[in-house]
């Protein structure tokens, strides 16, 4: 079955630095990646996504890139401000079964003013 | 903004005891997910709903798990006996369709098991 791995676990950034967290996927038949963001005491929020078919997508501060064929796929966040600060799931899932994500064990991020 | 109800927010109960769950997903979302997140982990699919239907139930332990949505809307999930492993934090999302679209997610119940 899938299995997604998710870098750094943990990441400290000052304010106005940019983030990024990497993921990998092992199933070449995923074709749905998305990210979500998850502050303390609530559920996940989906940020950003991206599909197979899409190599980059960006909305406002935040870009998502994949490489298929690295079966990797990254979240990218500029200028970072201190609500940024919470932990970040990537996911992926199969064509025809997109709400059964396979999720990452999370990256928290730290924004520090 | 349209949101998904769970409750209870936090249970607290004894292993051997049964426990249970609702959720309420967003008006006119035909699916509907119980996901498991355990701390410091990310969440993991039990069940998955099309309306009243089962689409996927593959990682339920469905010796102690039970789950149902008989009208197609809201849903309850069920543990008994509840054992000190199932201490997580259970998250309800819906979409309007399990192909595409996005999950929203509930705030969680988080159960205790003592």
């Known amino acids: 079955g899938e299995n997604v791995e998710q870098h750094p676990s943990t990441l400290s950034v000052q304010?106005?630095?940019?983030?990024?967290?990497?993921?990998?996927?092992?199933?070449?038949?995923?074709?749905?990646?998305?990210?979500?963001?998850?502050?303390?005491g609530k559920g996940p929020q989906l940020i950003i996504d991206i599909r197979s078919n899409v190599g980059e997508k960006k909305d406002q501060r935040i870009a998502v890139t994949l490489?298929?064929?690295?079966?990797?796929?990254?979240?990218?966040i500029t200028e970072t401000q201190p609500e940024d600060s919470a932990v970040y799931f990537c996911a992926a899932s199969r064509r025809g079964s997109q709400g059964n994500l396979i999720f990452?064990?999370?990256?928290?991020?730290?924004?520090?003013? | 903004e349209a949101e998904v109800a769970q409750s209870p927010r936090y249970k607290i109960t004894e292993k051997s005891q049964a426990v249970a769950?609702?959720?309420?997903?967003?008006?006119?979302?035909?699916?509907?997910?119980?996901?498991?997140?355990?701390?410091?982990?990310?969440?993991?699919?039990?069940?998955q709903f099309q309306d009243e239907s089962v689409v996927d139930?593959?990682?339920?332990?469905?010796?102690?798990?039970?789950?149902?949505?008989?009208?197609?809307?809201?849903s309850t999930l069920k543990i008994q006996p509840a054992e000190l492993g199932d201490s997580a934090m259970y998250l309800c999302a819906s979409s309007f369709s399990g192909d595409t679209g996005e999950l929203f997610f509930g705030e969680g119940s988080r159960l205790t098991v003592l």
Not at chain 1, 17 to 38: E, G, L, M, R
Not at chain 2, 57 to 74: C, I, N, T
Request: glycine share 8%.
């Open chain 2, 21 to 47: 769950f609702w959720c309420d997903p967003i008006s006119g979302h035909a699916t509907l997910y119980w996901y498991r997140q355990i701390l410091g982990q990310g969440p993991e699919l039990l069940v």
């Open chain 1, 67 to 76: 490489n298929k064929t690295a079966k990797h796929f990254s979240l990218h």
């Open chain 1, 15 to 40: 304010e106005g630095d940019s983030a990024v967290i990497k993921c990998t996927y092992s199933d070449s038949a995923s074709n749905y990646f998305p990210w979500y963001k998850q502050e303390l």
């Open chain 1, 104 to 113: 990452g064990k999370g990256t928290k991020l730290s924004v520090k003013p």
């Open chain 2, 57 to 74: 139930d593959s990682q339920l332990p469905k010796d102690r798990f039970s789950a149902e949505r008989l009208k197609g809307v809201d």
